[in-house]
């Protein structure tokens, strides 16, 4: 009986001191403006501002200057065409290259079009003529308007004049010569064929876990500087135990993220009409794991790094190569096998590729149980790698404890023998 007891009174005290550590590090996070700008500004407004620039998936009317020194039937029907696209518009129709090319430094225009003077006589003769087209690469929807518009232009003149020449009969007969093979173009997943659709689920998933990693990081630098003897683990009797400690601070860190996740991968995508494909019930299930990994990670190495603005230069340095780590904007099986295998330490590799998969593909938990066996593993090898990280803190906090006990003991019994003789001599004294 007593031995339940004492076991009752044990997890009893173990709840209280995890809510107390829970409150402390609640307390904590809003009263530090640096952790409080990483756990809630930067997952607010951040995905509004990435996503806002590159909500325009598709772009019209991008200016273009046209150098024609042609002069002839073929280069204006040519022309005529390409400023009937909706994507394109031929705004200045230059002398020269030299004028082209000021208009395009000024960005006046984005792209230039030029057409040589035998073009007409080429075609003529039945040979093969150039179209030149100079685009500006800075910007990818501009480029991809401009480049694929000139080549629908020149496609479909080139199967007119095949048309024009071939003598065939009938209709049939024209689309049999010019297309043997029809060839219907089906965008899957990305109907629009936008850099947006493509690239923000990506980044939002590595918001949650860069801004989870700074966060924490923060929060234990802060510890640190606060502490007596600079350890991460405070000398409290509510800090004395390892489970309550680790599960006392992950309890405030879900809880915040929770919500902010609940924005990020609910709220933008539907803000913005980014594809979401996702079932809910499956996406929670992905989440869950996604958040303990990121979180017990961010513990982890918020043990290794000792200064707050250490953890800023880290992670910030880690982000874009570890979006392209994660498949999202470069192919998976182009990366060389000891690259997967580092990306493999992070859980932002298995918690991009498993959402866009749900969120874009419409994938089911099944379909992507690879990485949510991944996320698991990596939450229970964190788990255990913090708990340990931890425990090295306690110890450490507990020898400087004791050598400041040993200390203060040791001076203490020095003042008293000081004193002790001091009043030893002044006996003698008076009994001279």
């Not at 002398?95 to 792209?111: P, R, S």
């Not at 594809?275 to 989440?287: E, N, P, V």
């Not at 880290?314 to 982000?319: D, I, N, T, W």
């Not at 040791?410 to 008076?430: L, M, P, S, V, W």
């Amino acid at each position: 009986m007593d031995k339940e007891k004492g076991l009752f009174r044990q997890i009893s005290e173990g709840i209280h001191d995890a809510c107390y550590i829970w409150m402390k590090e609640m307390k904590a996070t809003i009263q530090d403006e640096g952790v409080l700008i990483f756990f809630i500004l930067v997952p607010v407004f951040y995905p509004l501002l990435y996503s806002w620039a590159y909500n325009n998936e598709v772009v019209h009317d991008v200016p273009v200057a046209v150098v024609d020194m042609s002069h002839s039937h073929e280069s204006r029907e040519f022309v005529r065409h390409y400023n009937a696209s909706p994507d394109v518009k031929v705004a200045y129709k230059c002398n020269d290259m030299k004028n082209a090319q000021d208009l395009m430094e000024k960005e006046v225009v984005f792209g230039i079009v030029y057409i040589p003077s035998d073009f007409d006589m080429r075609l003529n003769r039945m040979e093969q003529t150039t179209v030149s087209v100079y685009c500006d690469m800075s910007l990818m929807l501009t480029y991809k308007a401009i480049y694929q518009t000139a080549t629908a232009v020149a496609q479909a003149m080139g199967r007119d004049i095949q048309i024009a020449r071939s003598g065939n009969a009938t209709d049939r007969e024209d689309e049999v010569s010019t297309q043997p093979l029809a060839i219907e173009e089906v965008q899957l997943f990305n109907p629009t064929g936008g850099y947006g659709s493509f690239i923000i689920p990506a980044v939002l998933m590595l918001i949650i876990q860069q801004t989870l990693v700074l966060g924490i990081g923060l929060s234990a630098g802060t510890a640190r500087e606060n502490n007596r003897y600079q350890d991460l683990v405070p000398i409290s009797r509510h800090y004395n135990g390892l489970f309550r400690i680790v599960f006392g601070k992950t309890l405030c860190y879900f809880m915040i993220y929770a919500v902010m996740t609940a924005w990020l991968v609910l709220a933008i995508p539907r803000i913005f009409n980014f594809t979401s494909l996702f079932h809910g019930a499956d996406l929670i299930r992905l989440m869950i794991p996604y958040l303990l990994a990121s979180i017990f990670f961010g513990m982890f190495v918020s043990c290794i790094v000792r200064y707050r603005e250490n953890i800023i230069l880290l992670v910030v340095f880690a982000s874009v190569p570890l979006l392209f780590l994660s498949g999202a904007s470069w192919p998976q099986s182009n990366l060389p096998g000891y690259w997967q295998g580092f990306s493999w330490l992070f859980p932002s590799t298995f918690g991009i590729r498993g959402f866009i998969r749900m969120n874009s593909m419409g994938a089911t938990l099944e379909d992507v149980r690879p990485e949510y066996i991944c996320l698991w593993v990596q939450t229970l090898v964190y788990f255990f790698a913090t708990c340990a990280v931890y425990r090295y803190q306690i110890l450490h906090t507990r020898r400087h404890a004791l050598e400041r006990l040993n200390y203060m003991k040791e001076r203490a019994q020095t003042a008293k023998a000081r004193n002790q003789q001091a009043a030893k001599g002044t006996k003698d004294d008076k009994n001279d």
